[in-house]
């Protein structure tokens, strides 16, 4: 089998396919609304009603809780709301400075394979990070986007110490996909302590701007876009609503 690195990382649809809606909310979306509206696009999506949609966003301080969460994971369950939710993994944080993008494809106009989407994912973020000079890697034995930081004290077995700047979890229903990725831009990372994120308690977390780069998130949407162009194809502004 594949890993995920040699995977083919382009999804593009089929020819005469529409471009993918492409929105940005300017203020902080609440999650419960988030998911209403998601689950609505998808059940268009499926039924042909309505395009392929990617929605960007950011969320008030909150955890989730993937279908593999462990509650011994939540570390402090009163520090924010809590959310079990259907994508897959374990808990992670959505908060203010964190770009979350909820992306909403049919597989059956691309490719169904799971696999390869998650593939997909991890290679849009890679490439948004090499845009600025920051070098994101995947692990195949743990879902993400992982940096390395030698300027940090070593793991316990000698390796080098590797923070999470990313995070993915995703849910296929008729297979079009939503939930998504969350990339750190600039997060309160004590926010993550109330919880092991993902499940992996041997690794830290970081943002762009931990990394020393003065970023805001209108710096990281555009070369975000144009690597989701050049991996699933084209995009279109969605107008009113």
Aim: aromatic residues 8%.
């Amino acid at each position: 089998m594949l890993t995920r690195t040699e995977l083919n990382a382009t999804m593009f649809p089929k020819e005469g396919s529409p471009p993918v809606r492409w929105r940005i909310s300017d203020s902080p979306v609440p999650y419960e609304q988030a998911v209403a509206e998601m689950e609505a696009e998808v059940a268009a999506i499926a039924d042909g009603r309505a395009d392929e949609l990617v929605w960007l966003l950011e969320h008030p301080p909150l955890y989730t809780a993937g279908t593999s969460a462990d509650a011994s994971d939540l570390i402090e369950p009163d520090r924010f709301p809590v959310y079990a939710t259907g994508r897959g993994g374990e808990y992670t944080y959505h908060g203010p400075g964190q770009r979350v993008a909820y992306v909403m494809l049919d597989l059956k106009r691309r490719r169904q394979d799971v696999r390869a989407y998650v593939a997909a994912l991890e290679e849009l973020v890679i490439r948004t990070l090499d845009v600025m000079n920051v070098k994101g890697e995947r692990r195949e034995d743990r879902v993400g986007v992982w940096v390395r930081r030698p300027e940090k004290p070593p793991l316990t077995d000698g390796s080098m110490a590797e923070d999470k700047i990313a995070a993915f979890g995703i849910r296929l229903r008729r297979w079009v996909s939503f939930h998504g990725l969350s990339l750190n831009v600039d997060p309160d990372l004590s926010h993550f302590s109330g919880i092991v994120p993902c499940g992996i308690s041997a690794y830290g977390v970081t943002s762009l701007v931990d990394l020393g780069l003065p970023v805001m998130m209108a710096d990281v949407d555009m070369p975000l876009r144009e690597a989701f162009e050049d991996i699933f194809g084209p995009t279109v502004n969605e107008g009113p609503r």
